[in-house]
């Protein structure tokens, strides 16, 4: 048992930081469904579509950063253009409305993408080295033999300080403060003189660049192809864990997904008699969770009045 | 006027009752079915007008129909629905090719019964916990019917390929079959395989819309619209939403068994994933929430939409002009568009644009 | 029915119920009895725990002491289906129809326990479905009538105006024949016209049927009209019990509703 624990560590290790990807796509879907109640289904392919915009350019020699502000301003661009013509006329609808809008709208993003671009796959480099870390030889007092991947390290620290800062931005910005009285009441923050709409527009504007940040980082590591819209996938168990409300809930909630599906891929799979079991394995933590918290870690319980 | 909806006095309870409690609607429908569907089509419809595109139509409607019991009628979101279909397809192929006695139609029945207790398994935690929640329940359903196919091969009776192909000779249609004029090549062929789809898809359409108008229908709405009224009133919400939960997959996996039997003729855990999910998905949404009518036609549309480009590209264009990507985002692009404005004008779907467009025409001309 | 209620047996008894939501007391040491065939109206402050009170009876909230007795049967923890299949029936405070279904569905759904056939009979409208869903009608259209709702039969409830979405709330109620009825507010924010009428409806309920009525009521003159037993709470607590007569000269209630000064 304790010479696995290395490994064990390895693995573990090697999950949280991909978890925090997962948290910070999660954080996307917190910050519009906190604002506006909206389930946004088109987050993975808002992914894709960044992703593929910048690839596209730096592909024709476009200067990275140009092509990441370039990206960055689309992105908020169109953040706000999905705002004005789907969500606002869709206010006040029942969830299930505006989840269904949101999934009509991936797919027309879908479609969006891939014909203005095309359906290649595409590379894409940050330029973050690859190489593995050996952590007995950078910090021997830790003591442990093992092994973790610089990339993941690095993608790990860009999405924790995109996290941080949207984090501080919402807990101590006067905007933050509106957002806070929106989601907690969209009618008490009308009635103050909120503006519901710019608050709208900004959520979702924010939510493009995390999709930005997050497709880069992914299609680094995947490449940016239609697998990318996957993301999606990988962050629902993540916010359904957290509690769909709670921003706390979607990082602790990342790091659970992304600890278990590692842990199980190595050590439940033989169990299961094959490999791939990391797609349903999410959810069934995700499950395992809920029964025990119907509304996830964080998420706030409805007391149902009648 | 020929069809009036007003004044046909009904004269009794079990009249107001009926499925279609218009004189003209009966007409009409039966006109529909028998003359039509089982008449002229059976009889003119060409091979291509068959496998491409009635029977996929009925296969999808039924699945439709089953996501509309779930979700249109009781509101429980569901994104399983490709794997409750591929549980289907996969319990019919088995229960065809292990046991030769078997009938296509009880195959069936019995594939829809294997998918509606997975659905039963699956929608076990709706009992606990409530709206999206309820998405990672569904979708654990998904992948673990994708995964588990790929998995055990022996779903697959071992083929290599892990595409089984359905060698027609595998079934029986009913009993006696020989002695009818009818013999096994006629019901492989797409017509026969046509009036197999047809028969079942109007079963699965009574019988729903008998559920919808007796007690078992008012109860899922009645959880739908308000659950901890319903229980006040003493429907026991559990049992409701279990309920709708077998009967919705068990319609999704009579529609994978015909998938995979009547429409493709191959057994592919592939082509039953999420996606194909989300595609049910639309045509509910596109057809209208809660509607049977509307199951039917979010699907023809939805279905149907890809192959009008297609078509219309080579009338005008000349054929082969349009490439499979060009017509695929395009359709991507279309649905997604009108899914959008259906819900933002009107959220009833196609159903209710029809109902409008009735109650327009009875006023015309002089409606706005 | 206006009898001593002395001589009638408690359908309800209510022994010591204490509710609590996370450490906010919401029901302080309640008791009290509802007689058979009376009009008891709770009545108190905006927050005096009424609605929960009614939520304890039909289990819809569990109280952290006390029990619940209805016909001889005693409860710990009700549950909201074993209430309705005891004969309680309810209406809400905010209204609770299903919105996406006509008047007649909704009333028809008051009747569910009615209905034993199970749902592959119904898919194939075998067996007593028919029988089932026609003798249901043909209750369901003499509430109809009774309520005066003929014209509204097939229309969607939530196109309706308030007041009559309350009477089809009541039709709800009455359809699965209650042997007692909990109305949270029935004529809250009605007109007089409207209140008049629903007055009329409960009065010929409990009289025409012996429906017993739990009510609660803000409307001073019709509780005092139509009430036979009044309970009156406050902050949770009960500050008054007794007929219309006993409860108008009671000390603690005029204070609660009149203010003291201190």
Redesign the interface.
């Known amino acids: 048992m304790w010479e696995g624990l290395p490994f064990f560590l390895e693995v573990l290790v090697g999950g949280l930081l991909s978890g925090v990807m997962y948290s910070l796509v999660a954080i996307g879907f917190v910050l519009i469904y906190k604002s506006s109640g909206v389930f946004n289904f088109a987050q993975g392919t808002m992914l894709l579509f960044a992703a593929l915009t910048f690839v596209s350019m730096t592909e024709r020699q476009v200067n990275f950063w140009v092509a990441f502000s370039i990206t960055l301003v689309m992105m908020v661009i169109m953040g706000i253009i999905i705002e004005r013509t789907v969500m606002r006329p869709l206010a006040n609808q029942s969830l299930l409305s505006l989840f269904m809008a949101t999934v009509g709208l991936n797919y027309f993003l879908e479609g969006l993408a891939q014909g203005v671009w095309d359906s290649a796959v595409h590379g894409v480099d940050l330029g973050i080295s690859n190489d593995p870390i050996f952590l007995i030889e950078k910090f021997p007092i830790l003591g442990l033999d093992i092994i973790i991947s610089q990339f993941d390290i690095a993608a790990a620290l860009i999405a924790g300080s995109m996290i941080l800062g949207l984090t501080l931005f919402f807990q101590y910005t006067r905007t933050g403060l509106s957002l806070r009285a929106v989601s907690d009441d969209h009618m008490a923050a009308m009635a103050v003189g909120i503006p519901l709409s710019r608050i709208w527009a900004i959520v979702w504007a924010v939510t493009g660049v995390i999709c930005l940040i997050a497709g880069l980082l992914w299609g680094d590591r995947v490449s940016v192809s239609f697998t990318l819209t996957a993301a999606v996938l990988k962050g629902l168990p993540v916010i359904l864990i957290g509690g769909l409300t709670s921003i706390p809930g979607a990082i602790v909630g990342g790091l659970i997904i992304g600890a278990s599906e590692k842990l199980g891929e190595i050590y439940l799979a033989e169990i299961f008699g094959g490999q791939g079991i990391e797609h349903w394995w999410a959810y069934t933590t995700a499950l395992i969770f809920l029964m025990i918290r119907p509304t996830g870690i964080f998420g706030e319980k409805e007391i149902e009045r009648v | 006027m020929y069809y009036r909806e007003a004044g046909r006095l009904v004269k009794s309870f079990a009249a107001d009752r009926r499925m279609l409690p218009l004189m003209e609607d009966r007409f009409v429908t039966t006109l529909f079915v028998v003359v039509v569907m089982y008449g002229l089509v059976t009889w003119l419809a060409s091979d291509y007008i068959f496998s491409a595109i009635l029977i996929p139509m009925m296969v999808l409607g039924v699945a439709t129909l089953g996501l509309n019991i779930a979700t249109g009628y009781t509101g429980q979101l569901s994104l399983g629905t490709a794997g409750f279909m591929c549980f289907g397809a996969f319990a019919a192929f088995n229960l065809i090719f292990r046991l030769d006695w078997m009938y296509i139609p009880l195959a069936f029945f019995l594939a829809g019964l294997i998918a509606g207790l997975m659905g039963i398994i699956f929608g076990l935690p709706a009992l606990r916990i409530k709206g999206f929640y309820l998405i990672v329940s569904t979708l654990a359903a998904q992948f673990f019917a994708e995964w588990v196919f790929n998995a055990y091969p022996w779903f697959l009776n071992y083929t290599s390929s892990g595409v089984v192909n359905l060698p027609p000779f595998h079934y029986k249609v009913f009993p006696f079959q020989e002695l009818t004029p009818l013999n096994d090549a006629f019901w492989h062929s797409s017509r026969g395989r046509y009036l197999i789809t047809l028969t079942i898809t109007i079963a699965l359409i009574v019988a729903c819309k008998n559920m919808v108008r007796s007690s078992t229908g008012r109860n899922w709405m009645a959880v739908r619209d308000m659950d901890i009224a319903a229980n006040v009133i003493g429907i026991s919400v559990a049992k409701t939403k279990l309920m709708a939960f077998f009967v919705s997959t068990f319609y999704c996996g009579v529609a994978g068994a015909m998938y995979s039997y009547c429409y493709i003729g191959n057994l592919d855990f592939m082509i039953f994933n999420l996606r194909r999910s989300f595609l049910v998905m639309f045509m509910v949404i596109v057809g209208g929430l809660g509607s049977i009518l509307g199951s039917f036609l979010g699907a023809i549309f939805v279905y149907g939409w890809p192959i009008l480009v297609t078509r219309l590209g080579d009338a005008i264009f000349g054929g082969g002009t349009l490439d499979t990507a060009f017509v695929e985002n395009n359709s991507k692009i279309v649905v997604g568009t009108i899914i959008i404005v259906l819900l933002i004008r009107e959220p009833g779907g196609f159903a209710a644009l029809w109902n409008t467009s009735k109650q327009k025409l009875r006023v015309w001309p002089f409606s706005k | 029915m206006n009898t001593s209620t002395d001589s009638k047996n408690p359908i309800l008894v209510l022994d010591n119920i204490n509710l609590s939501?996370k450490g906010v007391k919401a029901i302080t040491d309640i008791s009290f009895n509802v007689y058979e065939g009376e009009i008891c109206a709770v009545i108190g402050p905006n927050g005096a725990g009424k609605?929960s009170m009614l939520?304890v009876i039909?289990g819809?909230y569990i109280p952290q002491e006390g029990t619940i007795t209805f016909e001889g049967k005693q409860f710990k923890k009700m549950k909201?289906?074993t209430?309705?299949?005891m004969g309680i029936?309810?209406t809400?405070?905010?209204i609770?129809?299903?919105?996406?279904?006509s008047t007649l569905?909704n009333i028809?759904?008051?009747r569910?326990?009615f209905?034993k056939?199970t749902?592959w009979e119904?898919?194939?409208?075998v067996g007593r479905?028919?029988s089932?869903?026609?003798a249901s009608?043909?209750e369901v259209?003499k509430i109809i009538e009774f309520l005066g709702l003929q014209s509204i039969r097939k229309t969607p409830v939530s196109s309706l105006p308030y007041g009559l979405q309350k009477r089809v709330e009541l039709g709800?109620?009455l359809a699965?024949q209650p042997k007692m009825l909990l109305l949270d507010e029935p004529m809250a924010g009605m007109t007089m016209e409207e209140k008049l009428d629903m007055s009329c409806f409960i009065q010929e309920v409990n009289r025409n049927l012996g429906t017993t009525v739990v009510l609660i009521e803000h409307d001073m003159s019709v509780v005092m009209d139509v009430s036979d037993h009044v309970v009156v709470m406050d902050y949770g607590k009960k500050i008054g019990d007794g007929t219309p007569e006993e409860v108008m000269n009671n000390q603690d209630v005029i204070d609660a509703y009149l203010g003291v000064s201190h």
């Open positions: 939501f609605s939520n039909n819809v909201p289906g209430a309705a299949s029936g309810r809400f405070q905010n609770a129809l299903f919105a996406g279904m569905d028809m759904t008051g569910n326990s209905h056939a749902f119904t898919a194939l409208n479905v028919r089932e869903e026609l009608r043909e259209e709800r109620a699965a």
